[in-house]
């Protein structure tokens, strides 16, 4: 937890009281947190309780529901979403009480690992990929069927989210990377297509695997990536920015953009319309149970294992762009 923001020496393990859940909340006994660049990001920002956990993703095993809830029970393998969102208690601790809604059903051949990687990455996948004029609003297999998806930076997080779901609903996938390892990453979570950005014409080659264009882009990088994508999205598509990476504010070419009616659609997780969000939460539920979403290097999110009270070197980690998914063990399985 931490009692001031700064950098990840705020982070202090302490014992707290295990707490009770009330009217619709569920008791999770973390085995594992998932961390995102949001962790820690939120740890430097401003303080907004008096003590924070932090890391808004986890999985783990019900450990006890209060009245009314009626969707998982006792011993249920679970895994978690936003537990920090306008809260003060994240994943990284033993025990995390949060509503009903947060705590999702992990079937018995879904790792706990797997169950961590969800939340952030798959819900803004997941956002970006049901966005465009004309749909689909939700992902299931054939969903998107005829459809080119363009993911920029298939070897982060999200990126790799994306991809897998993208691949599940039937889009033809093609991503952008900077390098050949990242490169390998991409097509092991399933990118038909794999785009080196930083050499040769990769407009030219996303046209020529994708004549028509990409109906949706997901996008991390809208500044440096904005005449790349003018130049590739498709009549009617969409470019779903998740992020800014490098830089905030973007320039847009108006002429090209409005003579192909192409849609800007800015995504935020945390303020994604709730039953937007509810569909999101049940299509990736059931990608796991279709085994189309998997974590580990051989699906492309190679992982990173730290114990809970290395906690400040897992946030490190994301915060230098480790490559692949960044997870803290907090108890055994
Ligand atoms: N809006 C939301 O709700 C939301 C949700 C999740 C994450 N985010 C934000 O999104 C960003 C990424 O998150 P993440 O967890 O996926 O991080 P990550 O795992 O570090 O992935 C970021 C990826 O973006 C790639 N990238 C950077 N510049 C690029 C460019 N010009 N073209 C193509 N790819 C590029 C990087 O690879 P290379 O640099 O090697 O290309 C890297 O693979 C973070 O800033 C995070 O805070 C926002």
Known sequence: MYSETGDSGVLR???????EPGPGEVRVRVVRSGVNPTDWKARRGALRHPEAVPNQDGAGVVDATGPGVTGVAPGDRVWLWEAAWGRPDGTAQEYVVLPERQVVPLPDGASFDLGASLG??????H???TVREGGPDRLAPGALDGRTVLVAGGAGAVGNAAIQLARWAGATVVTTVSGPEKAALARAAGAH?????????????IRAVAPEGADIVVEVAPAPNAALDAAVTAPQGVVAVYSTDGGNDVTLSVWELFTRNIRYQFVLVYTVPEAAKDAAVADVRAAVEAGALRAGEEAGLPLHHFPLERTA??????QS??????????APE
Do not use: Q, S, W
Request: net charge negative; hydrophobic share 45%.
């Open 321 to 330: 762009g480790v490559v692949g998914k960044v997870l803290v063990d907090v």
């Open 13 to 19: 393990l302490t014992d707290r009281p295990v707490p």
């Open 127 to 129: 956002r970006c990929l």
């Open 313 to 318: 070197d897992a946030h490190d980690a994301v």
């Open 193 to 205: 297509h794999v785009i080196n950005y930083r050499i040769g014409d990769p407009a030219a080659e």
């Open 120 to 125: 952030i990455p798959a819900l803004t996948a």
